[in-house]
Nanobody, 128 residues
């Protein structure tokens, strides 16, 4: 499974960005791959941002982004999105998408250790 994250950039505080994570691979069947977004700021540890189940029907958010970010997926396109609104300077970080296989329904994972596959980071910079 390969993950390709994109959509990062420079945005002013209060602005919006949408990140995308395109998945590929012979064995990738989106409905059995819960996915998540994490971020890592310079000098900081990687932290959980958002996660969704394979169907996208179950989601979870970090408290710091709840109400501002939305995770969604289009399984027909093998793509997961992170819509980010009302961005703050403290949202500045490299954002990573992650996936793992799980045949259970409506499960998601919030620990980085639970994920087997990672994309490269996409940098989001929010200026004040």
């Amino acid at each position: 499974v390969q993950l390709q994250a994109s959509g990062g950039g420079l945005v002013q505080a209060g602005g919006s960005l949408r990140l995308s994570c395109a998945a590929s691979g012979r064995t990738f069947t989106p409905s059995i791959y819960p996915m998540g977004w994490f971020r890592q700021a310079p000098g900081e540890e990687r932290e959980f941002v958002a996660a969704c189940s394979g169907s996208g029907g179950s989601t979870r958010y970090a408290d710091s982004v709840k109400g501002r970010f939305t995770i969604a997926r289009d399984n027909a396109k093998n793509t997961v999105y992170l819509q980010m609104s009302s961005l703050k300077p403290e949202d500045t970080a490299d954002y990573y998408c992650a996936a793992r296989r799980d045949y259970s329904n409506n499960v998601y994972y919030i620990s980085a250790n639970d994920y087997a596959h990672w994309g490269q980071g996409t940098l989001v910079t929010v200026s004040s």
